[in-house]
């Protein structure tokens, strides 16, 4: 609350007279003492087949780029002065060291921030595209492991991504991640990268879906079950 008994007042910290202070500090003084927060990482979805958007945890077509709903949560999750208001949230860089300008209004006076982020547009694949794909993958590896699965699903993401023509989906798991693959070729030789790149224990099963009529000969997938060893 404003400290208004008198017409003036002193901050209590730099010494400077003012008719508006909080808690004893003027304008300046409360935002340095206070300032802005925001969380470290963002993401948002985005379908690499038919480019839906995955917004609060459903999958929607929109007019709006993936850069708009990263803005829109940053707005959701800064933590301001309860006596503040955002005038402005600009996204000036992204990428892992992401960069964004936040302009909010205190007392009257503008405060304008630059701070660091990670603000990740992420490929996947939406519901509706997943089914169809499900019923053309050729080779599925599963990767699991006990520790720190977000960021080992991370990193696995980004090694695949030289396979990237090759595959049709990723799909997020509870301790690790599955990805889906339309070339054997390829999936066999991303499999045993993975494997050694990542320490994993791999086993590996087939499993028929189709009769090839051309070949005379059942069709299989091929899936693979990486599991990093214990250290």
């Known amino acids: 609350m404003y400290d208004m008994a008198l017409k003036t007042r002193f901050c209590v910290k730099c010494g400077k007279e003012t008719k508006k202070l909080i808690d004893g500090l003027c304008p300046d003084c409360y935002f340095n003492d206070k300032g802005i927060k925001i969380p470290r990482r963002l993401t948002v979805q985005i379908c690499q087949r038919c480019e839906a958007i995955k917004w609060q945890g459903l999958w929607t077509k929109s007019e709006y780029d993936p850069e708009y709903y990263l803005n829109q949560e940053l707005m959701s999750k800064l933590k301001i002065p309860a006596e503040a208001e955002i005038e402005e949230v600009k996204i000036l860089k992204l990428g892992k060291k992401g960069e964004v300008e936040i302009t909010i209004s205190l007392l009257g006076k503008k405060f304008k921030q630059q701070k660091q982020i990670a603000l990740e547009i992420l490929k996947g694949t939406c519901r509706n595209c997943s089914r169809h794909m499900a019923k053309t993958h050729k ?44 070339s054997k070729e390829a999936g066999k030789h991303l499999a045993y990268e993975l494997r050694k790149k990542f320490n994993c224990k791999m086993s590996e099963s087939a499993e028929q879906y189709g009769w090839n009529k051309s070949k005379n000969r059942p069709q299989a997938r091929i899936t693979f079950l990486l599991k990093t060893r214990k250290s």
């Open 139 to 182: 080779v599925k590896i599963q990767l699991r492991t006990e520790h720190n699965s977000e960021k080992f699903s991370r990193d696995v993401l980004d090694f695949s991504k030289k396979y990237q023509s090759n595959i049709l989906k990723f799909e997020e798991q509870k301790r690790g991640v599955d990805i889906y693959l339309s």
